[in-house]
C-alpha cells in the first residue's frame, strides 16, 4: 500500500472520527442546567434542562434523546419534525426545508456573574445560518436565549417561523398560568392544565401589543403553580410589539414550549448578508415557586435590565384629573405649586398641551403637532419649566409621538408618514392612526420630537410616553412590496429612536405608557425607568393589578397614582396600594379635607424614608387577594434588618374568621421591633403594633393579627431588627 493511500484512508478515519464526535454544551446558573448535545447526525438536541446536579458527570448517565422523534435545539419545518418548528423558510429554488448542524460553539465570560454562549448552526446544502444565543446570569438564575439567521443566497429568502427558542419537559402534567385582560382590567390571571394538543397565547395588535394579553406566563411542571412550592417555569419575551408563546404537549406526553415573535402576516423578506436578531426570551427555573422565581426576575432586573434600575424614582402629581383638556398656564402654575405644597418630586402635565390649527381639546385632533397651543401657554413650555424651578418641584410632560390625529397638521403635510391603506376606508382607533417607523423619515421626526423639547428645556425632567393605539389598517407606503415586514420593521424602528434617545439623554427618567399596561415588556424598560400599570386606578382592583404585575416585575418599575377612583375607599387605603410600587398622585388636592391633606404630606415623607426598602429589597407576596377577602406583601432589605408588611383588608365577610399573617424573608435568630406607619392624623396605632418585638422565627411561623373585618382598610407594618 504506498504512502498516498495510506495518508488518504489517515486522513479519511480523522474526518470520520470528527464527523461523529459528540458535544456536550452547558449552559448554566448557580441553579439550574440545558445541556446540549451533538448527535451522530451533526444536529443539536436538549439532552437535558433542570436544577444543576452537583456532579457534572452525572449528565453522561442521561438517555440521549437524538433518536425518533427528538428534542431538537432549533427544529426546522420540512424535515421529520412532526411538531410546531422553530424556525422556517423559503429558499431561492422554492425549497422549504432546512436541516441545521453543528458547525461550532464558543463560551465566554461576561462577568464574573454573566456567562455568553454562542452555538453556530449551517444548512449543508444551502446557504444558511443561525447562531443560537444563551446568556446566564448566575446568582440571579436567568437564562436568555435569542438567535440570528443570516443567509448568502443569490436573492432574498423568505423566513415563516423564527423562534427566539424552544424548550422541553417530561412531566406527568403540565399547568399553565396566563394573563389576559383589557384597558383598565389588565393581567388577570388564570390557570389551567396543558393537555394533548397546542395552547397559544399570542398578540396581533402591533404597536399597543399588550392590550388584551401580556408577553410573560408561568407553567407548573407537575402540578399547579403555587407561591411556595413546586417547580415552576417563568418566561417573558423582551419584543414591544407582536409575540407568540407555544405550549405543545405530544403523544408522549412531552411539552414544548416555543417563544418569539408572532410571524403572524409576518413571513419576514431576509436580504443576502443580513442578520435577522430575534428578541430575547428570558426564563428562570424555580423549585420554590412562584414567589422564588418573581424574585430572582426582579433582582435580574434591578441589576442588569431596567433603565437605571439601581436608581432612584420620582414622586409627582398628574393634572389630569384634575383638569383633563381644560387648562391654561395661570392654571398650570397653582397645580404647580399644589405638587410644591404637596411634598412631591415633580409635577407631571398631561394630554392637551399641544396643537394650534387644530388645538387639543379632545382627543380628536391635534395630535402630531407638538408646538404648544398659544391659547393655552402663550409663553410655551419653558415657562412652566420655569415656573417649576421656581417653585422647587421639577417638570415632566406627556407626549404620544408615534401616533397622529387625521385633523392634524402632520396628517394633512405628511399622509404618506402613516400606516393606513391606500384603497380602503381607514378604522380608526381612539380617532388616531399610527405614524409608519419603518420609515427613517419617520424615526427621525419621532426622535425630533423629543429632541426639541430637551434641546429647548435642558431641565426637562421626566416624560410619559404613551401609545394608546394599536396598529390598524396594516399598510406602509415606504415598504412598498416588502409589507410582510411591517410589523417586525416598525419595532425595530421604534428601537432606533429610542436607542438614539437614550444615548443623547441616558439619565432622562421615562414612563411606558400604553392606554394603561399596553406595553409591559422587559425590552421596552432597556429604555424606560417604569411602566403605567393601568388607567384604572381603583385601589381594589390595584391590589389585583400589582400582584399580576409583581410575578414578573420590581415594584420600583410599576407606577401607582392615588386618584379619585373609588370614592368609597379611603384616603389612606389609596395611598397604602400605591406606597407599594412608584408613587405619584392624579388627584384634586384641594378637592381633600384638611386632614387628608396633611396625611397625604405625612405620607411622602413617610414613603421617602422607607421606598428603598421597596425598591431594592426582596418581595414576599404572603396572601393573595385572588384567596379571599384579604391580601398582604411584604419587603425585606438585602440586610434583613429592615422590612415592610402591607396588609390590606378588601370585603370581608361579617365576624369571619381571621387568620394571622405569617412573614417571610426574615432572619428567625433576630430580634424584630413592629410598628405601625402612615397612619392618619390623630390615630393612634394598634397596640400590638406599638413598638412590640418579635423573634424572625415567630413572625415567620406564627405570624401577625394584622387582618380586620374593616371594609377597605390598610395597615403598613414597619419591623426594624435590634440588638
Not at 398650570?332 to 398631561?350: P, R
Not at 409663553?379 to 421639577?394: D, E, F
Not at 404613551?466 to 416588502?482: G, H, R
Amino acid at each position: 500500500m504506498t504512502k498516498k493511500i495510506l495518508s488518504i484512508l489517515f486522513f479519511l478515519i480523522v474526518v470520520t472520527h470528527t464527523a461523529v464526535k459528540s458535544q456536550t454544551i452547558y449552559v448554566s446558573t448557580n441553579e439550574t442546567e440545558l445541556v446540549l448535545q451533538t448527535a451522530q447526525n451533526k444536529r443539536l438536541y436538549q439532552l437535558y434542562l433542570g436544577p444543576r446536579l452537583s456532579n457534572q458527570d452525572d449528565y453522561t448517565t442521561i438517555k440521549s434523546r437524538s433518536d425518533g422523534q427528538a428534542w431538537e435545539a432549533y427544529p426546522v419545518s420540512g424535515t421529520e419534525t412532526y411538531f410546531e418548528p422553530a424556525f422556517g423558510i423559503r429558499h431561492n429554488d422554492g425549497n422549504m426545508t432546512t436541516v441545521l448542524q453543528y458547525v461550532s460553539h464558543n463560551v465566554k465570560k461576561v462577568t464574573d456573574d454573566v456567562t455568553e454562549t454562542v452555538i453556530s448552526l449551517k444548512d449543508a446544502l444551502y446557504p444558511v445560518q443561525v447562531k443560537l444565543y444563551y446568556r446566564t446570569f448566575a446568582k440571579e438564575n436567568i437564562i436568555q436565549s435569542w438567535t440570528e439567521i443570516s443567509h448568502n443566497e443569490k436573492r432574498a429568502v423568505n423566513i415563516s417561523s423564527y423562534a427566539s427558542s424552544m424548550l422541553y419537559w417530561k412531566r406527568a402534567r403540565y399547568f399553565l398560568t396566563e394573563f389576559s385582560g383589557d384597558w383598565a382590567k389588565e393581567v388577570n390571571m388564570s390557570s389551567a392544565p396543558l393537555n394533548f394538543g397546542k395552547k397559544v397565547i399570542d398578540s396581533k395588535l402591533g404597536s399597543r401589543a399588550n392590550l388584551h394579553v401580556s408577553p410573560f406566563f408561568t407553567v407548573g411542571l407537575g402540578e399547579t403553580p403555587r407561591e411556595n412550592e413546586g417547580q415552576v417555569l417563568m418566561g417573558t419575551l423582551a419584543w414591544t410589539g407582536n409575540f407568540r408563546f407555544t405550549f405543545e404537549v405530544d403523544n408522549e406526553n412531552n411539552l414544548r414550549v416555543i417563544s418569539g415573535i408572532n410571524p403572524y402576516a409576518s413571513d419576514y423578506t431576509l436580504e443576502p448578508g443580513k442578520v435577522f436578531a430575534t428578541p430575547a426570551f428570558i426564563f428562570t427555573l424555580s423549585n420554590q415557586g412562584t414567589g422564588k422565581g418573581s424574585r430572582d426576575l426582579q433582582r435580574w432586573a434591578r441589576n442588569y435590565q431596567l433603565k437605571d434600575g439601581k436608581g432612584d424614582r420620582l414622586t409627582l402629581l398628574n393634572n389630569w384629573e384634575s383638569t383633563g383638556f381644560n387648562f391654561n398656564e395661570p392654571k398650570l402654575d397653582s397645580l404647580i405649586a399644589e405638587a410644591k405644597y404637596l411634598g412631591v418630586d415633580m409635577f407631571l402635565l398631561d394630554d392637551g398641551w399641544f396643537g394650534n390649527k387644530y388645538p387639543r381639546q379632545s382627543d380628536t385632533q391635534g395630535l402630531g403637532d407638538w408646538q404648544p397651543t398659544s391659547s393655552k401657554l402663550p409663553n410655551g413650555v419653558p415657562a412652566l419649566v420655569k415656573s417649576a424651578t421656581r417653585t422647587g418641584v421639577k417638570f415632566g410632560i406627556w407626549i404620544e409621538p408615534e401616533m397622529v390625529n387625521p385633523k392634524s397638521e402632520l396628517f394633512e403635510k405628511h399622509p404618506d408618514w402613516v400606516i393606513m391603506l391606500p384603497n380602503r376606508e381607514p378604522y380608526y382607533f381612539r380617532n388616531q392612526l399610527v405614524l409608519d417607523l419603518s420609515n427613517p423619515a419617520v424615526q427621525e421626526h419621532v426622535f425630533n420630537v423629543v429632541d426639541h423639547l430637551m434641546t429647548e428645556n435642558p431641565q426637562l425632567a421626566y416624560l410619559k410616553w404613551d401609545c394608546n393605539s394599536p396598529v390598524t389598517n396594516i399598510y406602509s407606503p415606504y415598504l412598498k412590496e416588502k409589507q410582510n415586514n411591517l410589523y417586525v420593521d416598525y419595532v425595530r424602528g421604534l428601537y432606533n429612536v429610542l436607542d438614539r434617545i437614550k444615548a443623547k439623554y441616558p439619565n432622562l427618567p421615562m414612563m411606558l405608557c400604553s392606554g394603561g399596561g399596553g406595553r409591559t415588556d422587559y425590552e421596552g424598560l432597556r429604555y424606560f425607568t417604569e411602566f403605567w400599570c393601568s388607567d384604572n386606578t381603583d385601589p381594589v382592583e390595584r391590589l389585583f393589578i400589582q400582584w399580576g404585575y409583581s410575578q414578573f416585575f420590581p415594584s420600583k418599575a410599576m407606577a401607582a397614582h392615588v386618584t379619585s377612583w373609588n370614592h368609597d375607599a379611603s384616603i389612606k387605603f389609596r395611598v397604602d396600594v400605591a406606597m407599594q410600587c412608584k408613587l405619584g398622585f392624579d388627584i384634586n388636592v384641594k378637592e381633600l379635607r384638611p386632614e387628608e391633606q396633611a396625611f397625604c404630606q405625612s405620607a411622602i415623607t413617610t414613603y421617602n424614608r422607607v421606598k428603598n426598602i421597596n425598591f431594592n429589597g426582596d418581595q414576599y407576596r404572603l396572601v393573595s387577594p385572588y384567596d379571599g377577602n384579604h391580601t398582604a406583601v411584604m419587603y425585606v432589605s438585602e440586610s434583613q434588618q429592615q422590612a415592610l408588611l402591607y396588609t390590606y383588608d378588601i370585603y370581608p365577610r361579617f365576624a369571619e374568621n381571621l387568620l394571622p399573617v405569617q412573614c417571610q424573608g426574615l432572619n428567625p435568630a433576630r430580634k424584630y421591633s413592629v410598628r405601625e406607619i402612615n397612619l392618619m392624623p390623630g390615630a393612634k396605632p394598634d397596640e400590638a403594633f406599638n413598638g412590640k418585638v418579635y423573634s424572625g422565627d415567630y413572625l415567620m411561623k406564627v405570624g401577625l393579627d394584622a387582618f380586620t373585618t374593616n371594609k377597605m382598610h390598610s395597615r403598613i407594618l414597619e419591623l426594624e431588627a435590634v440588638e
